[in-house]
């Protein structure tokens, strides 16, 4: 239904945005700090604002900052973030339950952004990885992982990384920021936009159907508005691309409350992981606020060697670590906790390792899985991968003291998509400066 009220308020109380802010200088214009409308939002360079990462209420504050009454601005603000979120359109246009007129109105002074993709690359395996771009010039990756049952999309938090493990590329890149709310929940948006996988409109379902093409439908031949996972390509999301999402947690948090909206991406929390190398003080905020699957970067058993693989562990040990995660909101049989752990030839990889790490599950009284990922190699790397005999025999002990403890295959090597392989090209070191940064890094943990 196609609504037919007019311009509430628009440009009564409040001038086009250009208008305000007159940059000065004719033909070099110097750049100014441009008027921030609602607190910490701050327009683009042409003066629009961008709504993609906001929360409902903030986009119909800024409706309202820009000239809509209070009763309009909300009804706007909620069908705008309907279209943005539920059903990833980009354009004011194309929001058809929005008066003709007022879209425009919104055009002239907002826009929907998307990360922008500087390269996509898809492995021979099905793995696609894509490097993105911040709009201030950062470079970022996403990666989507096929399977027969599921789709994982493998979504960045930051760009680099604060810690560095020593097994991890991403590790060795100077952390540049934190991925905006917006920059998180862009990848996924991204994701659906290169799957082709937004919700249709009923209407669109049923042209379709008159057309003769299968339908969105579920088990009982009901159509499905909303986002369901049978039948998609893109059915989970995993926190575990580049950066610590612990260090970059109320973000992080933002961008997951949209993606499990039901009013937005409706995405179900079940099928969401977050990955933590261990951030205790925030583990417990993370149940809580997000109350997503954890999993934990364990990696070793010992402190002498998590210490040397795992650095943050010399801030927040195992033992607290596995504490933190008996506690942690959430966690039970049906929804266990993943333990991480990369094989590492001849460094936390022997039968005593295996049999530790059992007895530390149990004596936890963790409800744990175990996934145990072969070590992906990178130039410079200072470890081997485990050979697959003894994966093997680790993954037996494991599982036969009743862990499940399955071994990840490493997905899209070829394209460096893979575990610990993401690192933007611009970022590629020397050993030597590697070896420099990890003194730095050592040095700004031991504070
Ligand atoms: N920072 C978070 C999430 C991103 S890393 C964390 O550390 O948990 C996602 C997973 O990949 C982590 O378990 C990480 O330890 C693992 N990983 C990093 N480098 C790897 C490599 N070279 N080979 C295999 N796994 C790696
Ligand atoms: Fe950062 Fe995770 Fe890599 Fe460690 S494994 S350096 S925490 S991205």
């Known amino acids: 239904m196609t609504d037919t009220t007019t311009l509430e308020g628009a440009g009564q109380t409040a001038a086009p945005l250009s208008a305000q802010m007159p940059i000065p ?17 701050t327009p683009r360079e042409d003066g629009r604002i961008d709504v993609l990462g ?84 950062h470079d970022f990756e996403m990666v989507f992982i096929p ?28 952390l540049v920021r934190n991925l905006t709310v917006g920059e998180i929940v862009g990848q996924v948006m ?4 290169s799957l082709g996988e937004w919700p249709r409109t009923a209407a669109e379902a049923a042209s379709k159907t008159m057309a003769g093409l299968d339908q969105d439908e579920d088990e009982n031949g009901e159509y499905q508005g909303d986002y369901h996972a049978s039948g998609r390509l893109l059915t989970n999301i995993v926190m575990m691309g580049m950066g610590e999402p612990l260090y ?9 409350k949209l993606v499990m909206d039901g009013e937005g991406l409706a995405l179900s929390r079940r099928r969401i992981t977050l990955s933590t190398s261990g951030v205790i003080p925030q583990m417990e905020r993370c149940g809580q606020e997000i109350g997503v699957n ?21 801030k ?27 094989m590492l030839k001849d460094k936390n990889d022997s039968d005593e390792d295996a049999r530790e790490l059992v007895r530390l599950l149990k004596h936890y009284k963790l409800p744990a899985k175990v996934n145990l990922i072969p070590f992906n190699p990178w130039p410079g790397a200072a470890y081997e991968c485990s050979t697959p005999e003894r994966i093997r025999a680790f993954s037996n ?18 394209i460096d998509a893979a575990c610990g392989q993401l690192k933007t090209a611009a970022e590629k070191r020397s050993r030597a400066e590697m070896d420099r940064l990890y003194a730095e890094k050592d040095a700004a943990l031991a504070v």
């Not at 309907?82 to 003709?100: N, P, S």
């Open 397 to 414: 002990i494991v599982f036969e003291a009743g862990i499940s403890a399955p071994v990840r295959t490493p997905r899209g090597r070829d």
């Open 294 to 314: 954890l999993a934990v970067s364990l990696h070793a058993v010992t402190k002498e060697v998590r210490d040397e693989i795992v650095p943050i562990n010399k």
């Open 190 to 193: 991204l994701a659906r936009d």
């Open 248 to 256: 970059n947690f109320d973000n992080v948090r933002d961008a997951l």
């Open 316 to 342: 927040y040990g195992i033992e607290d670590l596995l504490a933190a995660c008996a506690s942690y909101h959430g966690a039970s049989n049906a929804r266990r906790i993943t333990f991480e752990y990369v």
């Open 147 to 174: 399977d027969a049952d599921r789709g994982t999309l493998c979504v960045s938090s930051q760009v680099g990384c604060t810690l560095n493990c020593r097994f991890c590329h991403t590790g060795t890149m100077r």
């Open 54 to 137: 906001l929360p409902k209420k903030r986009i119909a504050e800024l409706f309202e900052a820009a000239g809509l009454d209070a009763k309009a601005a909300k009804l706007r603000g909620k069908q705008v973030y309907h279209w943005l979120y539920h059903r990833g359109v980009t354009d004011f246009e194309a929001m058809t339950d929005i008066a003709k007129t007022m879209r425009p109105w919104l055009a002239e002074r907002f826009v929907i952004g998307r990360p922008e993709i500087v390269e996509a690359q898809h492995s021979t395996d099905g793995t696609r990885k894509w490097l993105l771009r911040t709009a201030d010039g």
């Open 25 to 41: 200088g004719h033909i070099d214009p110097v750049p100014v700090p441009r008027p921030t409308l609602v607190d910490g939002v």
